[in-house]
């Protein structure tokens, strides 16, 4: 009976200090300091600073590859350090806050909004250190980059929205440039993130520059799958509406999407992508017979006029003489106003609308207009372009100046 108990007693110890020493190999295991003592030959210091830390570490990186980076940017900064320096905990720890949110910023795209805190809260020479020391600090391996997005699968739209934060509408080219930089980047990564960072910048650029839109969209359907089943999302109808003057340019676009999808030819796809949106001047054919036709009216009118001013028979006092105004330039300044109320733009239902209301004709109208400024800009100042009219805004604000 005794044996029995005792022999029951010593495996109960026996678990219990099994139970304990697993916990506590577990819990070291957890601590940072401890993990790299050996690889950044850490003094006392580090290892307590760091193994306090490694709850905050390990919830915030996530990565070993970033601990690594992050301890070596931590303990760059505080091996410069004075030793009184070195033994204030609350300093380290703001000086190991810091470095961490610069860790997050550069390989989570996270926001150091607080940056300013930390030129606040730490020595001004501890917040120059770092600052500098931010400079050498490693870019990722192709494999680590992969690892953080299988993990992240959010981190795509925070690259996307840390680059479009300082987008300029002025130069969107640039945008496009910074968007295929990175897909080149991080081409091994897979096609799933490639195609989601093209398909948002092509949809942010809609509202500001339909070309480089579209250019967007012929990358996106560039990241080419292993499966033949995929289906590429299409323009979105309220996009269309924003890229496209008419459903036929829509369709011609459509037509060109379609080719590239079976030659892959980039550049070729571009060129007519352009070429979709060039403003093709209307051809102005001169036909010799009908000038002549013209003149010799125009003659035999001047003649009769001039045989009846001539002419003895007297005017009468009591007739009224009917001055017409010369409205024109106040019709021009209209349909200035009209154009520049819709950016510079009216289509043909627009245009015929004013002109009716006015008694005009509407391409007599135009011709009239384009030929009282032809001399001045050597060129015409309102364009058709398709089914639109263009008020020239360049030859326009020379006339204002």
Known sequence: MNDSFMNF??????????????????HVRLLIGFIYWRKFKLTLYEVGYLNDYSKKIRHSLTFGFCFEIFIGLYISVFRELSEKQQQDKQLNHRLMDFCLAIIQQKYYLGSVSDDSIYKEILPEEIYAKVKDKEQSIRMLTASEERDLFNRDLKRIKRIFNHLVSDFDKNHSEKLYEQICTLAVNYKKIGVVPLRSLFYNAYHFMADYDRVVSLKLYLQYLNVRSSSNTFKFKTIMKYNAVKLFDSEAQKRKFDTICAQFRQDYDLEKAFERTDELFKRVRRKISLHIDSIKEAKSEHNEVAFMLEQYLDSDEP?????????????TSERQKELFGLFISNSFRLNRQELNIFATSRGLFRDTFIERINDDYYEMFDDLLIEEDGDDYILNEAYYKQLND
Not at 315 to 327: N, S, Y
């Open 9 to 26: 007693a010593y495996l109960f110890i026996i678990v219990i200090v099994a139970i304990f020493v697993f916990v506590l190999i577990e």
């Open 315 to 327: 005017v009468k006092d009591d007739q009224p003489v009917v001055i017409e105004p010369d409205t």
